[in-house]
T-cell receptor
Framework: GAGVSQSPSNKVTEKGKDVELRCDPI?????LYWYRQSLGQGLEFLIY????????KSGLPSDRFSAERTGGSVSTLTIQRTQQEDSAVYLC??????????????FGEGSRLTVL | QQPVQSPQAVILREGEDAVINCSSS?????VHWYRQKHGEAPVFLMI?????EQKGHEKISASFNEKKQQSSLYLTASQLSYSGTYFC???????????FGKGTKLSVIP
């Protein structure tokens, strides 16, 4: 597709379950970002990938959160043992080039996670 | 560290002007501005690199004062389509992380 694609668009899960969120970036974009957006909290940085490497994982809120990227393309954000405070919209963005942030980020529509 | 945006919200009538401010406590390499409409993905408006440049995008422009670590977004002759939440994002030199503020909700009414 022409844009960043995320799936699922909506996910309702029970507390304690694991969830996987997927991001398909724009073809050729080497940089990929995950953000979390909670109501009234803006966009919270989670992790950055340059190719398949994650030089900056500083935003992951706990060890229940992990992410990987394969083939320099698709990325998966995994949340283990979900908690109610994990409920948010998870946004993925890709950028043509990595390194210092000097380019436009293209965002996906997000995956809305609700933990009951 | 998260940049601070002000105001948190503003209501304008069509044709009025607005300024949204963004300030950071750390040395900045770049400042980014995005607009997000309800239920949609954030959309890029412009990026300013250190050097104090000013950029324009239709009737929306921005400035970056690197000495003060501040940026301002100027919206002139606002249109209904300008409604949304505006986010500034900042990045330090050598940083991979683009850190966003909490956003400024702009509502333009007829």
């Amino acid at each position: 597709g022409a844009g960043v694609s995320q799936s699922p668009s909506n996910k309702v899960t029970e507390k304690g379950k694991d969830v996987e969120l997927r991001c398909d970036p724009i073809s050729g974009h080497t940089a990929l970002y995950w953000y979390r957006q909670s109501l009234g909290q803006g966009l919270e940085f989670l992790i950055y990938f340059q190719g398949n490497s994650a030089p900056d994982k500083s935003g992951l809120p706990s060890d229940r959160f992990s992410a990987e990227r394969t083939g320099g393309s698709v990325s998966t954000l995994t949340i283990q043992r979900t908690q109610q405070e994990d409920s948010a919209v998870y946004l993925c963005a890709s950028c043509l080039a990595g390194g210092r942030v000097s380019g436009e980020l293209f965002f996906g529509e997000g995956s809305r996670l609700t933990v009951l | 560290q998260q940049p601070v945006q002000s105001p948190q919200a503003v209501i304008l009538r069509e044709g009025e002007d607005a300024v949204i401010n963004c300030s950071s406590s750390k040395a900045l390499y770049s400042v980014h501005w995005y607009r997000q409409k309800h239920g949609e993905a954030p959309v890029f408006l412009m990026i300013l690199l250190k050097g104090g440049e000013q950029k324009g995008h239709e009737k929306i422009s921005a400035s970056f004062n690197e000495k003060k670590q501040q940026s301002s977004l100027y919206l002139t002759a606002s249109q209904l389509s300008y409604s949304g939440t505006y986010f500034c994002g900042t990045a330090g030199a050598g940083s991979y992380q683009l850190t966003f503020g909490k956003g400024t909700k702009l509502s333009v009414i007829p």
